[in-house]
């Protein structure tokens, strides 16, 4: 398999992971911009019977985050994780922020969380987490 090939599959595994995550709430969105290829983490909670999700992003190319004005109302409507392929010459529809694409730029994930404070990030690597629950 080619390298964008993988990476694909790496953003479909991803996007499975966090279906029925719809109803989740963001517990948690942390940005580390301390290190030079930046990192950004969201924690998803439900409650006791459900696993807690983290959603760690690498490579952050950019991000958005609506206010938080009401973290208690901070639920999940939807989220989605799509692959862009390094082949492309421009970012997909709907993709506006990172401003202009440069030639040669890898592919990327681009996760989007859709509710009441929402928060996209486009990454240049995406690891999905799901606790056990017992």
Do not use: N
């Amino acid at each position: 398999m080619a390298a964008s090939e993988d990476f694909a599959a790496v953003c479909r595994r991803a996007s499975e992971a966090l279906e029925g995550c719809e109803g989740y709430f963001l517990e948690r969105v942390s940005a580390d911009t301390a290190r030079a290829d930046g990192c950004v983490d969201i924690f998803l909670r439900l409650g006791p019977s459900a696993p807690d999700v983290m959603v760690s992003l690498t490579g952050v190319v950019w991000t958005s985050m609506g206010a938080v004005l009401d973290m208690d109302a901070a639920f999940v409507d939807e989220i989605r994780v799509k692959h862009v392929p390094g082949s492309d010459p421009s970012w997909p529809e709907g993709l506006s922020g990172p401003g202009a694409r440069p030639p040669g730029f890898p592919d990327v994930a681009w996760l989007t969380v859709e509710g009441p404070v929402p928060v996209e990030v486009v990454a240049k690597t995406i690891t999905v987490f799901v606790a056990q629950v017992y």
